[in-house]
Nanobody, 117 residues
Framework: QVQLVESGGGLVQPGGSLRLSCAASRSIFSFNFMGWYRQAPGKERELVATITYGGITNYADSVKGRFTISRDNAKNTVHLQTNTLRPEDTAVYYC???????????WGQGTQVTVSS
């Protein structure tokens, strides 16, 4: 059973930064792509950013230029650097991984990000 464990969430003031991490229990090369989603209270879960096996990245328009997704292959970890945070970025952030070989989607348990003064 694959496990994805997020860390790095917390409370930050508007304009601040957080670095979220997602540690996978197996090689991240085994996933076609990985990414981050978020869900705010009363809203649907939405895509934030993804990174493919080959390193191609994709971002939601609302976070372009502020967030950066990256991968550390040696540590089987994917990071999400979040800068210039806004109150509307407040949400639970979930790590996601897709394996076409397993034909399965994997989710982490989520980490809370709260942007407030």
């Amino acid at each position: 059973q694959v496990q994805l464990v997020e860390s790095g969430g917390g409370l930050v003031q508007p304009g601040g930064s957080l670095r979220l991490s997602c540690a996978a229990s197996r090689s991240i090369f085994s996933f076609n792509f990985m990414g981050w989603y978020r869900q705010a209270p009363g809203k649907e879960r939405e895509l934030v950013a993804t990174i493919t096996y080959g390193g191609i990245t994709n971002y939601a328009d609302s976070v372009k230029g502020r967030f950066t997704i990256s991968r550390d292959n040696a540590k089987n970890t994917v990071h999400l650097q979040t800068n210039t945070l806004r109150p509307e970025d407040t949400a639970v952030y979930y790590c996601y991984a897709r394996s076409d070989y397993d034909r399965l989607n994997y989710w982490g348990q989520g980490t809370q990000v709260t942007v407030s003064s």
